[in-house]
């Protein structure tokens, strides 16, 4: 079994993990957390879940699942808080960063199982969602889109600790909307599980188009596949594509790089090279002819920058993500043809997005 720390013991923590150490640093606003700054939140925050009985049912994996996330759910308040002129203090985006900071701790300080490490992240970057669920644009399809990447029944359980593991007026007002957020799950049929769509063109459908359904079901069908390989470099992605898709033709941009001579950390070169692989890209979705796109793809913006160009010719596209443990990658990347500088790998670690359900058509994951 996977655990964060087998020794549960604050000062322990503290003495283990820097990044624990530093929540004693950080400040929080009096009127929403009285109980004074974020290490002493966390420790409240823990302790209310180790008594929550939802948390006790869990087996003891999900348990140490939920502890770990409890742990990390503001590890970024570190980098985000500011103090406004008038006293007041926020830490605006600290759950989406923290989402990449959880993500690589459990990839190079304790590495924890692919799956497992992914639901924390995702537990992190979602942790304020059932609180504030109704002051969104689109409430249902915010559950709906979080269901595909966290379990919403653990979501409601971390949200439900958080409230309780601090000092605040509205802390019943706070509880009752965790209420209300898993009735508006179980309407919609993703509390504890995935909401289910029809075709995964359905689910594309509904999650790029502005005021659809969730029942909708397109009669287009996608008139070729575009398989995207995503990972870093080192990871296999190359090998991958030799074993299971020989049949495609590949677009790699790191073979364009080299027929073009432009060098991977030639930041000015790399526009040349990605629109030099669209150009050939758009020449197979003309055709309606089914491809590859060989490339590392590790954030999520450079993914929808393509995809978007694929879903335009109306191709499917299944993302392939390919991963190995931090110290393999590392080796495998110097014993590439093209060997990459390992400053860019480990800026590109840094910048890691693992590939969603949320992206494409179909995810498949290699690790």
Known sequence: MW???????WSHLENTFEWVRVMADVPQDAIHHAEGNVAVHTQMVLAALQQLPAYQALGAQEQELLWAAALLHDVEKFSTTVTAPDGSITSAGH?????????????REVPAPFFLREQIAKLVRYHGLPLWVFEKPDPQKAVITASLEVNTEWLALLARADALGRICSDQADLLYRIDCFEELCRDNQCWGRPRAFATPEARMQYLQKADSSPDYVPFDTPQATVIMMSGLPGAGKDTYVRKHYRHLPVISLDNIRQEMKISPTDKSGNGTVIQ??????RVYLREKRSFLWNATNITRQMREQVISLFTT???????????????????????????????????LISKLEVPSVTEAHEVIYCC
């Open 95 to 107: 759950a989406r960063k923290g989402e990449g900071k959880a993500r690589q701790i459990l990839y």
């Open 313 to 347: 010719y109306q191709a499917a596209v299944t993302i392939v993500y390919v991963e190995v443990p931090a110290a393999k990658l590392l080796q495998q990347n110097k014993d590439r043809e093209a060997v990459v500088p390992v400053a860019v790998v480990e800026r």
């Open 3 to 9: 655990q964060l720390s087998e020794n549960k013991d």
């Open 276 to 281: 030099a692989a669209k150009e050939q890209a």
